[in-house]
């Protein structure tokens, strides 16, 4: 890449540095990509050959896992290196059994280039959605190495479709094939010259979703405490500012039963949320050591990482936050279990919150007045609740098999 690109990089990568040293999010970061060469060093091993696949964070990396399962079930020769950028995916799933080795991807400076692929060796490397590293595509181009991108999604807002945005246009030509989302992505990199190496292959998430919903983790003891209440609303990936929103509404409803779910906790975080609701709060920890003391329970709060997909399939109606920050998370991951779900305003770079919304099986909402009106709807009209929850299952139905065209595609 050119000296201004690298400067960038370098800037960057002094920055995270800094900021390290007052952030501890940041921190992790900079001492996992201190010892990624030693874990790549000790990991690898003679003879064989990997596949790299890189995801930024834990939402990119839930995107390729049907891709990495994939792998390992009909190419099981091939090691897979999985790499993170950030601390929120890695801290999560360093310990994930379906890759060989699991580490955070080194800043893009040529050197870290350079040295990263000379001890991995990959024979293809496969990036999840986002992430350009200018440095890493042209290394891998002129090594020769197949490199994809899966679940890709594009947006005329980016810089590739800019008059000013050669250098960055020059780093899609780096890829083996381009597999997006959707046709409206295919369409932009066409009028950009690029059509040859671009598939529409959808979006690997449904498969994923699916692949949850097929070995979901059963749990009596939630199951016991929705009985009898005439709804129940999952509030997953919840932050202060949809807590805010959404509180005064469960306060003057102690009927319903409420599962909530934040995106972020600790001690505090869970204890304020256990009088989200008019009725006492209790932990998923607590219910489950002792489910007939916490019958008369309104709130559940989850206190723990990885149940927020099972949890689903016990809600009638499911809240995703995020819609009032950078972003809503995975509607997928709710509306698989048939169920409506309502988000807040920022989800438009979402093409499934938007095509839900479309279909029927989701609502969205700014105001108070607004939530409170959907959800005086959900619960007061169980038929009009039970259609928008099938719309919302049939649209994920429709949608899959993104991670077969994807893998027939690269190993055909």
Known sequence: MNLLYNTGIRTYALGAKLFALRNAKAGKMVKGQKETFARLSEAIVAGKKYVWIHAASL????????????????????GVILTFFSPSGYEVRHNFKGADVVCYLPF?????????????????AVFVKYEFWGNYLNELKRRNIPTYIISAIFRDTQPFFKWWGGMFRSM??????????????????????????????????????????NTTVEMPFVEQFTAGAPMTIVFGSSWPQDEALYSPWLKAHPEVKAIVAPHEFDQERVDSLRDCGSGRGVTLNELEADPDGCRDAQTLVVNCFGKLSSLYRYGQTAY??????????????????????????????F?????????????????????????????ADADKRHSAGQKAGEYIQRNLGATDIAFKAIFS
């Open 59 to 78: 939402g990119e990396f839930e995107q390729g896992r049907p891709f990495i399962e994939k792998l390992k079930r009909e190419k099981p020769e091939l």
């Open 108 to 124: 893009d400076t040529p050197r870290n280039v350079r040295r990263f692929l000379e001890i991995a060796q990959p024979v293809m």
């Open 172 to 213: 899609l030509g780096c890829y083996t094939s381009i597999f997006v989302q959707e046709s409206a992505s295919a369409r932009l990199l066409e009028s950009i010259g690029l059509k040859n190496n671009v598939v529409v292959a959808g979006d690997t998430r449904f498969d994923r979703v699916t692949d949850i919903l």
């Open 320 to 349: 995703i936050g995020g819609g009032f920050g950078s972003g809503i998370h995975n509607v997928n991951e709710a509306a698989v279990y048939g169920i409506p779900v309502i988000f807040g305003p920022k989800h438009k770079k």
């Open 351 to 379: 093409k499934e919150a938007t095509d839900l919304t479309a279909c029927g099986g989701a609502f969205t909402f700014t105001t108070r007045e607004e939530l409170e009106e959907i959800l005086n709807t959900m619960l």
